[in-house]
């Protein structure tokens, strides 16, 4: 069986040329399905701010004291993605490619890989405090990922601007601890060979960098996270940090999807019972055994789950999980109705309420209620 033939590179590029014709002259905003929606839409948010295609990009001069605020403020983002930048570089070493790691508003504050100085457009875009966003630098990935918040991947001419026209770039964004954007990873090539399966690297890189963020938050206990059935370990894990008391410290964004709570409520608010439909110390006791353990949720499904003491602590602290009380084993059922109990408590008696904050129906407080009373 043979491969499909991949699209001919000038194939490609006199689709993206028809594009750009159908967009910024004939006006016609959805490009005959040539490019992606999004980067239609992105150039025509350019020509809509007064833009044009032939103007000359500056890429905003940086002064020693904007390279040194954007290194400043975006410090605890750089340690985290360090080491996946380096890791990044030598992985991209023989296809012309390096990566550039940018805050949320899209302005550069680290990069590695080969990156050739002497080349001007390698130059202006690798230096700490540029502006490569939308506003600033037109259609990019970089300003694509920031704004629609997904992996991107652009080729040559899908850049705005003719200047940006030589560089083919994936982009991926990041999301810190508390569940916002605060910034984006970013693999260019300069006259380099499409790539598109760098989207995937990106994504992945940027996933490993979101994760390196979560552990730096001082924690006494880590949660790993994903559906029975599954591996444990790796780096498409949902992270759930708690402190001593069992509230959440900070979660990545693959546990956001897994337990929807932790994007309606601010994490800080949140503590592991609103999460998780068990006793909570029974976590801090799975950690003591080092086993995963299926926990139920509120909404009637299960995740697996693997909890273990936090790296790096002093052994005071480290160990002090240890000391934790074990949970006395109950039934499930008491444990559910209790919870739901202090729910309906919390909000005072009113039982919509509490079935919105637990992320259930009505119909299930009274049913886990009544069936207690009834039985």
């Not at 990935?141 to 997904?150: F, M, V």
């Amino acid at each position: 069986m043979h491969a499909a033939p991949s699209i001919p590179s000038t194939t490609r590029l006199a689709r993206i040329a028809q594009a750009r014709q159908l967009v910024m002259q004939e006006e016609r905003p959805l490009a005959g399905g040539l490019v992606e929606p999004w980067i239609a839409q992105s150039w025509q948010r350019c020509l809509a701010h007064g833009l044009r295609p032939q103007q000359r990009v500056s890429f905003e001069a940086v002064s020693a004291a904007a390279m040194r605020q954007a290194a400043e403020s975006n410090r605890t983002l750089v340690a985290a993605a360090r080491p996946i930048l380096s890791q990044l570089g030598r992985a991209l070493a023989d296809t012309r490619y390096f990566a550039i790691l940018t805050n949320h508003d899209g302005v550069v504050v680290d990069m590695d890989g080969a990156i050739d100085r002497s080349d001007h457009r390698a130059a202006v875009i690798t230096r700490i405090g540029v502006d490569l966003s939308e506003k600033a630098v037109g259609t990019t990935a970089i300003g694509a990922a920031l704004r629609e918040l997904h992996s991107v991947w652009l080729h040559r001419g899908e850049h705005f601007f003719q200047d940006t026209s030589v560089y083919s770039c994936a982009g991926a964004p990041l999301f810190g601890p508390d569940g916002r954007c605060v910034g984006m990873l970013d693999l260019t090539g300069i006259e380099a060979g499409e790539r598109p399966e760098l989207r995937h690297l990106a994504t992945h890189a940027a996933r490993r960098i979101e994760n390196a963020l979560v552990l730096q938050r001082r924690h006494r206990l880590l949660l790993r996270l994903n559906w029975p059935g599954l591996p444990l370990g790796d780096d498409a894990d949902g992270l759930v940090t708690l402190d001593g008391e069992g509230q959440v410290v900070a979660a990545n964004h693959a546990a956001r999807q897994l337990l929807p709570m932790l994007n309606s409520i601010s994490h800080t608010e949140l503590h592991c019972r609103d999460l998780f439909a068990t006793p909570w110390e029974a976590l801090f006791d799975a950690a003591r055994h080092d086993r995963p353990v299926e926990v139920p949720l509120w909404s009637g499904l299960r995740v697996q789950v693997r909890a273990s003491g936090p790296d790096g602590l002093p052994p005071a602290q480290r160990f002090a999980i240890q000391s934790m009380p074990a949970a006395t084993v109950r039934p499930l059922k008491e444990v559910e109705t209790d919870l739901i109990r202090k729910a309906v408590k919390d909000a005072r008696g009113n039982v919509a309420q509490a079935a919105r904050n637990l992320g259930i129906s009505r119909a299930t407080v009274y049913r886990k209620l009544g069936t207690v009373r009834g039985g």
